[in-house]
């Protein structure tokens, strides 16, 4: 019996997922409040969803600065249906009274979900410009020391809109300037002409994916923002933010706006009178 088989009769369900470690990370701080439990659960599962969302995105990235962008949609299409999960994780807080909530809710102290360094660090890796302002200044004082060189290290990164600027430049578009990137936009928009290069339409596919991608977080965000109004209606947030009305500004916050501002690129021209108008 060769030694790959021995150690694969000595793997079970239970320590192959560490079963006795990851559940003894589950320490509710109130003593005799229930929810406070799945509390702990559904947040913990978002940071495991959050951990595969940064490999799969960072591995589209380096599969655009390949120049593969088939290979970067796929894995664009698995970051949507993790994140997709992601939302639906965030569904049993809905089950949660916010008589519940309240009760540990002090247990938290200055804990907020602002201070997830995988979140922002998933927005880093998109190349969304709002993770350095003054958002993004907020969220980094508040990591610890390893967080906040694990986040400088990924904004020194190559970012997914940098890898797909990058394709089509290679693919012959100019792209110094936005009315230049407009320019591609429209023309991967288009309706395909005789002579067009091949790879124009794998990229007309790739900016949709990242559209997709951009518009699950959307949800993700809108999920988060009712489930905390749902909870505390208007009151300030655990980290000193303004709670609801803080996540109800973020929830159209985008990755990759230029996709969303031209999303009229390419349309047919609208009639000179519209016969509803």
């Known amino acids: 019996m060769s ?15 560490r079963l006795p470690e990851l559940l003894a990370l589950q320490v509710p701080l109130a003593d005799g409040v229930a929810d406070e439990l799945l509390f702990i659960t559904v947040h913990q599962v978002q940071e495991l969803w ?17 120049g593969d962008p088939r290979a970067a949609r796929a894995k664009l299409a698995r970051a949507v249906a993790v994140t997709r999960a992601s939302v639906s994780a965030i569904h049993p807080l809905r089950a949660m009274p916010p008589r519940e909530f309240h009760a540990f809710r002090g247990a938290l102290g200055g804990s907020s979900g602002q201070q997830s360094a995988q979140y922002v660090e998933i927005a ?27 986040l400088r290290g990924r904004l020194g990164e190559p970012t997914l809109w940098e890898a797909f600027v990058g394709l089509l430049s290679k693919a012959g578009f100019a792209v110094a300037t936005r009315e230049d990137r407009w320019e591609a936009y429209a023309r991967l928009a288009a309706r395909p002409e005789e002579g067009d290069p091949a790879e124009w339409a794998g990229l007309a596919e790739l900016a949709e994916a990242l559209v997709d991608h951009d518009e699950i977080w959307t949800e993700w965000r809108a999920c988060h923002a009712l489930l905390v109004e749902r909870q505390i209606g208007g009151r300030p947030g655990t980290g000193g933010s303004s709670g609801t009305a803080h996540l109800r500004a973020s929830v159209y916050r ?20 519209c016969p509803m108008g």
């Open 50 to 66: 959050f951990g595969q969302l940064l490999r799969d995105l960072g591995d589209a990235r380096d599969r655009m600065l390949e």
């Open 254 to 273: 985008r990755f990759y706006p230029e996709l969303w501002e031209a999303r009229e690129a390419g349309l047919p021209e609208l009639p000179a009178r």
């Open 124 to 150: 880093a890796l998109c190349g969304a410009d709002w993770v350095g302002g003054e958002y993004g200044s907020r969220v980094i004082s508040g990591l610890g020391p390893q967080e906040r060189e694990r």
């Open 3 to 17: 030694d790959a088989v021995t150690y694969s009769n000595a793997v079970t369900y239970s320590n192959y997922l």
